[in-house]
């Protein structure tokens, strides 16, 4: 069998590049201790963007420093906003530790919905003593939540064990903001399935690039563009619905997606009368990272995790929703776009998994359903099952 061409599509910060960091940790040989040590300039750049982040919004948002001894580190910082280096020192470092555990900062960090902060700004400003030390490699987990744009399209190929042969894949990840997309169509051609990332966590937040637009609406109109794309037409997709654990989180802030629906009347089905299923439930559930293999075992099927709020479960469920209703030509974001009928969409199918993108066992999990699925519609799609 040829080499399966696999395309990773998806707005800015969904996750695409995390993923085809996980094909390399699962697939492909992981990262050597040189390309570990590689990754440490972005690191710095990710802690660098994130307090200069923070502390650019704390004045717009009107949040004072909670001690006034901050001052000269948040200056510290914010000389630091032209930098491209990554020269640090052990000033830098103290700076950057007395800001975050500055109270101003900290309630800065919970309204990080209200402007622009990477997801991982948190993850890595809560590790700067292993950071700073001399002896620092990151780990696999540190390389899945550093963040770096793509800005060119990269590609990987590894070859799979299936069925006593071996399958080669050759992945592509493009950029997802709007500058970067019109470079899609680049690799539209011969492409086997498509991974969409739609990011179920984005309903708060607005776009990077055009922060007049909803993150959320953006993405279900992207996704309905590539749906029903002319070039696309015997393509099928694989929708990740990604960052269940940061959407787990902002549920336990209070964050509801209700306020987007309520700016957008009319648009959307309504939520409290949208029924979650007992299967749609434990769909969710069973991917939902967390809870030890001992318990995952002893739990049945039927049984629940009590540990997550049912509100979370309501809200990924609602937003894969969107997006189904999206493909069965239910449901119309994009006003340019008329949808196609059902008959056009015959030769390509649309299948949802709800990922964590940085959680290596459900992406590994994921995949192997994606790789059967694949494997099956390209059979099919060439006459051979
Ligand atoms: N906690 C958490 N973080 C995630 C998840 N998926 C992605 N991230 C983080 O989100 C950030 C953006 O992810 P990327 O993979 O760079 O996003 P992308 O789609 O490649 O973005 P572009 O290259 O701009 O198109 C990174 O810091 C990732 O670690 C997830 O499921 N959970
Ligand atoms: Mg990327």
């Not at 032209?82 to 309630?107: I, N, P, Y």
């Not at 809870?291 to 629940?304: L, M």
């Amino acid at each position: 069998m040829k080499r399966l061409k696999i395309l990773l599509l998806g707005t800015g910060e969904s996750g695409k590049s995390t993923i085809t960091k996980q094909m390399k940790i699962i697939h492909i040989n992981g990262y050597s201790f040189a390309e570990r040590l590689e990754k440490i300039k972005d690191i710095i750049r990710n802690v660098r963007e994130s307090l200069l982040s923070m502390v650019g919004a704390m004045h717009h948002l009107n949040i004072p420093l909670e001690d006034e001894e901050s001052r000269p580190s948040a200056d510290f910082i914010l000389d630091q906003a032209a930098r491209q280096d990554t020269e640090t020192s052990e000033e830098f470092w103290m700076h950057c530790e007395r800001l975050w555990a500055d109270g101003g900062v900290q309630k800065c960090y919970d309204r990080s919905h209200e402007y622009q902060l990477i997801d991982c700004a948190k993850y890595f400003l809560d590790k700067i003593k292993e950071i700073k030390s001399p002896n620092y490699a990151p780990s696999d987990q540190d390389i899945l939540r550093c963040r770096a744009i793509t800005t060119s399209i990269q590609h990987i190929e590894f070859d799979v064990p299936d069925a006593g042969q071996s399958v080669k894949f050759s992945v592509y990840d493009v950029g997802g903001q709007q500058g970067e997309r019109k470079k899609w169509i680049q690799v539209f051609d011969n492409v086997v399935a498509i991974l969409y990332l739609g990011d179920t966590s984005c309903f708060d937040q607005t776009l990077r690039e055009d922060t007049a637009k909803s993150r959320l609406i953006e993405s279900l109109e992207i996704f309905e563009q590539v749906w029903n794309n002319r070039f696309l037409r015997p393509v099928s997709i694989l929708l990740f619905l990604n960052k269940i654990d940061i959407l787990a989180e902002k549920i336990a802030k209070g964050r509801s997606i209700k306020d987007l629906l309520a700016q957008h009347p009319g648009v959307f089905p309504d939520y409290d009368s949208c029924p979650v299923s007992s299967n749609e439930r434990l769909e969710f559930l069973d991917a939902f990272p967390g809870g030890s293999e001992q318990t995952a075992k002893r739990r049945s099927r039927s049984s629940s995790r009590t540990d997550i709020n049912p509100e979370v479960v309501k809200t990924a469920v609602y937003i894969k929703n969107l997006f189904t209703r999206i493909v069965r030509g239910e449901l119309s974001i994009n006003k340019t776009i008329q949808p196609h009928p059902k008959e056009w969409h015959q030769n390509h199918s649309c299948e949802y998994f709800y990922t964590c993108a940085v959680d290596t066992n459900n992406v590994k999990k994921v995949l192997e359903g994606c790789r059967t699925l694949i494997i099956r519609k390209h059979l099919e799609r060439f006459g051979i099952i």
